[in-house]
């Protein structure tokens, strides 16, 4: 495998569910992201982990829960979700490098329905 | 409110012609700008990026530029080839890792 992967790439879940979406990073890179892209709206970045130290938690809901547990995993784990959490939920990578902006690399996407 | 603004939700090219994209930013405190492209159930890939510093990024049929007076940036595509139909989304860092991305534009170049 090479890049960013996610699994599934499909999952539909009621709103009583718990599910966990995945992200893998083949890319030797520090940090990791997550983002929400509803239709025809900008990408959301949703959480931002560094050197596995969560340090962005952009005010999303608690319904939505992350985690990285080491530098080349992260999960993102969704339990009674909305039927307005229905998007695509991208996963990027990047390697940190001080002050500058990283160029960021991004996995295919879930893409989730809540019925 | 939107710091990044794509006003074109979608353009259509004649193949080998030029694309022009655009994009608007909103916060003077944006120094690092991006642009992806994204295919259908494909994430976004990294195309071009360019400083605060310059006025002008080129790579291959790719150029990127930006007026910082005008708190504007476009991509152009030259010449423009059917592989290039895609989403196009431009981001924009004011430092660190967090980037704002505005909502894309569709485009699509016709053989």
């Known amino acids: 495998e090479t890049g960013v992967t996610q699994t599934p790439r499909h999952l539909v879940m009621g709103m009583t569910n718990k599910k966990s979406l995945k992200c893998e990073q083949h890319l030797g890179h520090n940090a990791m992201y997550w983002y929400k892209q509803s239709a025809k709206k900008p990408l959301e970045l949703m959480f931002v982990?560094?050197?596995?130290?969560?340090?962005e938690n952009n005010s999303v809901p608690s319904r939505f829960s992350p985690e990285c547990p080491n530098s080349s995993h992260l999960f993102l784990h969704l339990h009674t979700l909305q039927p307005e959490d229905s998007a695509l939920y991208l996963c990027?990578?990047?390697?940190?490098?001080?002050?500058?902006?990283?160029?960021?690399?991004f996995g295919p996407g879930t893409r989730l329905t809540v019925l | 409110d939107q710091q990044v603004k794509q006003n074109s939700p979608s353009l259509s090219v004649q193949e080998g012609r030029i694309s022009i994209l655009n994009c608007d930013y909103t916060?003077?405190?944006?120094?690092?700008f991006l642009w992806y492209k994204k295919y259908p159930a494909e994430g976004p890939t990294f195309l071009i990026s360019i400083s605060s510093i310059k006025d002008k990024n080129e790579d291959g049929r790719f150029t990127v530029f930006l007026n910082k007076s005008a708190k504007h940036l476009s991509l152009h595509i030259v010449p423009s080839q059917p592989g290039d139909s895609a989403v196009y989304f431009c981001?924009?860092?004011?430092?660190?890792?967090?980037?704002?991305f505005g909502a894309g534009t569709i485009l699509r170049v016709k053989s």
């Open positions: 990027a990578s990047s390697q940190r490098r001080g002050g500058t902006t990283d160029t960021q690399y």
């Open positions: 982990y560094s050197l596995e130290e969560r340090v």
């Open positions: 916060n003077s405190m944006f120094d690092y």
């Open positions: 981001a924009a860092s004011a430092g660190g890792n967090k980037l704002v």
